[in-house]
C-alpha cells in the first residue's frame, strides 16, 4: 500500500465506512441474539396482562366529558379560603345528615380535596416564614444558611399551587412510574433479557472462538453493551406506550398536563397528595418527563450490573440472582426496620431508590457537598454515573483479561 493511498481521503473515507458496517454487523448480531429469546415476549406478555388486569379491577370513570364541566367550573382551579370555607360548610352537612342541594354524586370527594389542598397550602407558607426566621438566625456565610435559602427559593418559586386539578389519567401514569410493584416487573424484564448476555456464550462454549476471532477484544463488549442499551430503551418504551395507552382509553384523555405537581392527587378519587409539599416548581408534563428520564437511566444504569454480573459469573441464573438482590437488598433492609446509621445511606443511595423516583421529589432533601447544598437526586444520578463508568471499566477489564488467561 502506497503513501499516497493512506493520505488519500476517499481512500480513508472507504476506509471508515467498511469499520462502521463491520461493527455494525456485530451491532446487529448482538440485537438478534437478545431479541430472539422467547422468555422476554412471554414476560413481556404476562406483564400487559398485569396491567390489563390491575385497570380492569377498578371501574373506569371516564372524567374528561360534560357530565364534570359544571364540577370544574365550580371548583376547578388554585384554592382559595372561601373555598375552603365552603367546603367545610358543606363536609358538616353531609356528617349531620343534610345533602346540600344539587350535589354530584362525586363532590363529596372533592370536598376533602380541597380542604387537603388548603392545608398543603398553609403548610407550604409557614414553612416559608419558618425558613425566613432561620435564615435571620444563622450566619450568611454558614452551610445551614445556603440549605435554608435554597429551600426558600425554591418555595417561593411554586407559587399558587395547592387546588383541584382534573388528573385521573396522569394519577395512573405515575402509578406504573412509582410503586415497588412496577419497578420489579421493569427490573425483571431486565434480568430476563441481559443475564444471559455473556453468561450464555460460555454455557454454549463460544467464548473460546469469539475471543478469538477479530471481534471478540473491545469491539465486541462495545456492541453487547449497545444491545442491552437498544434493548432497554425497547421494553421502557413499550411499557409506558402500553399504560399510556391504558389511561387514556379508561378515562378518556391526558388533560390537566398544566397542572402543578402539588396537587396531582387531590383530585376527584383522592385527596392526599404524596407531592403536596414538593418544592419543585413543575407542572405534571413536566415532572413526567423529569421522572421518565430518571427511571430510565436508573433502568440503563442497572442493566450495565446485570451485564456485569453476566460476565464474571458465566452463569445466567447467578447473574440473575446476584443482580435482583443488589436490586432488593436496599428496600428489604427498610421492611425489616433496619435503616440506621450505614444502612441509611445504602437505602437512599440505591438502584431501587433510582429507577423507582418516588422519594426523589416528594420533599426538599439536600447534601453537603464540598459546602454547597446538592438536592438528593442531582447526588444520587451522580453517584450512579460515576458507579456506571467505574462499573463498565470492570466490564472491558474483565473481558480482555480472560482473553490474555486464555
Known amino acids: 500500500?502506497?503513501?499516497?493511498?493512506?493520505?488519500?481521503?476517499?481512500?480513508?473515507?472507504?476506509?471508515?465506512?467498511?469499520?462502521?458496517?463491520?461493527?455494525?454487523?456485530?451491532?446487529?448480531?448482538?440485537?438478534?441474539?437478545?431479541?430472539?429469546?422467547?422468555?422476554?415476549?412471554?414476560?413481556?406478555?404476562?406483564?400487559?396482562?398485569?396491567?390489563?388486569?390491575?385497570?380492569?379491577?377498578?371501574?373506569?370513570?371516564?372524567?374528561?366529558?360534560?357530565?364534570?364541566?359544571?364540577?370544574?367550573?365550580?371548583?376547578?382551579?388554585?384554592?382559595?379560603?372561601?373555598?375552603?370555607?365552603?367546603?367545610?360548610?358543606?363536609?358538616?352537612?353531609?356528617?349531620?345528615?343534610?345533602?346540600?342541594?344539587?350535589?354530584?354524586?362525586?363532590?363529596?370527594?372533592?370536598?376533602?380535596?380541597?380542604?387537603?389542598?388548603?392545608?398543603?397550602?398553609?403548610?407550604?407558607?409557614?414553612?416559608?416564614?419558618?425558613?425566613?426566621?432561620?435564615?435571620?438566625?444563622?450566619?450568611?456565610?454558614?452551610?445551614?444558611?445556603?440549605?435554608?435559602?435554597?429551600?426558600?427559593?425554591?418555595?417561593?418559586?411554586?407559587?399558587?399551587?395547592?387546588?383541584?386539578?382534573?388528573?385521573?389519567?396522569?394519577?395512573?401514569?405515575?402509578?406504573?412510574?412509582?410503586?415497588?410493584?412496577?419497578?420489579?416487573?421493569?427490573?425483571?424484564?431486565?434480568?430476563?433479557?441481559?443475564s444471559p448476555v455473556f453468561a450464555d456464550e460460555h454455557g454454549k462454549r463460544m467464548a473460546g472462538l469469539l475471543l478469538a476471532t477479530k471481534h471478540g477484544r473491545k469491539k465486541l463488549v462495545t456492541a453487547k453493551l449497545l444491545a442491552g442499551i437498544t434493548y432497554i430503551a425497547a421494553i421502557f418504551v413499550s411499557l409506558h406506550v402500553v399504560n399510556t395507552v391504558i389511561h387514556v382509553v379508561k378515562f378518556g384523555g391526558l388533560g390537566g398536563w398544566d397542572a402543578p405537581i402539588q396537587s396531582l392527587w387531590s383530585s376527584m378519587f383522592a385527596w392526599w397528595s404524596p407531592y403536596g409539599q414538593s418544592p419543585f416548581a413543575w407542572n405534571v408534563l413536566e415532572f413526567w418527563g423529569a421522572t421518565l428520564t430518571v427511571q430510565f437511566f436508573g433502568s440503563l444504569v442497572f442493566g450495565v450490573l446485570v451485564l456485569v454480573c453476566s460476565q464474571l459469573t458465566r452463569n445466567a441464573m447467578v447473574a440473575f440472582f446476584i443482580s435482583g438482590c443488589v436490586l432488593a437488598a436496599p428496600y428489604v433492609i427498610r421492611q425489616l426496620g433496619l435503616e440506621h446509621g450505614m444502612m441509611e445511606y445504602v437505602t437512599a443511595f440505591s438502584y431501587m431508590e433510582l429507577i423507582r423516583t418516588e422519594r426523589l421529589f416528594q420533599t426538599f432533601e439536600a447534601y453537603n457537598v464540598f459546602g454547597i447544598p446538592v438536592l438528593y437526586h442531582t447526588v444520587l444520578i451522580c453517584l450512579f454515573a460515576l458507579i456506571t463508568v467505574g462499573v463498565t471499566v470492570l466490564l472491558y477489564w474483565s473481558h480482555k483479561h480472560e482473553q490474555v488467561a486464555g
Open 1 to 194: 500500500m502506497s503513501v499516497l493511498e493512506i493520505q488519500n481521503p476517499l481512500w480513508k473515507m472507504c476506509m471508515f465506512i467498511s469499520l462502521m458496517r463491520r461493527r455494525m454487523t456485530v451491532y446487529k448480531h448482538e440485537c438478534f441474539k437478545i431479541f430472539s429469546k422467547p422468555s422476554i415476549y412471554l414476560v413481556f406478555a404476562l406483564i400487559t396482562g398485569l396491567l390489563l388486569w390491575g385497570e380492569q379491577s377498578i371501574p373506569p370513570e371516564p372524567v374528561f366529558d360534560e357530565s364534570h364541566e359544571e364540577l370544574i367550573e365550580r371548583w376547578g382551579g388554585p384554592v382559595t379560603e372561601e373555598m375552603n370555607e365552603i367546603v367545610r360548610e358543606e363536609m358538616v352537612m353531609q356528617d349531620g345528615g343534610e345533602s346540600p342541594d344539587n350535589l354530584h354524586p362525586i363532590e363529596g370527594n372533592v370536598h376533602f380535596s380541597i380542604a387537603s389542598a388548603w392545608g398543603n397550602k398553609e403548610a407550604m407558607k409557614e414553612r416559608k416564614a419558618d425558613l425566613q426566621m432561620k435564615k435571620e438566625e444563622l450566619t450568611p456565610s454558614s452551610y445551614a444558611w445556603r440549605v435554608a435559602s435554597k429551600e426558600q427559593e425554591m418555595y417561593e418559586k411554586v407559587g399558587e399551587a395547592h387546588g383541584f386539578f382534573i388528573v385521573e389519567g396522569w394519577r395512573g401514569m405515575f402509578d406504573f412510574l412509582e410503586p415497588f410493584f412496577s419497578v420489579i416487573l421493569l427490573a425483571v424484564l431486565i434480568l430476563v433479557g441481559l
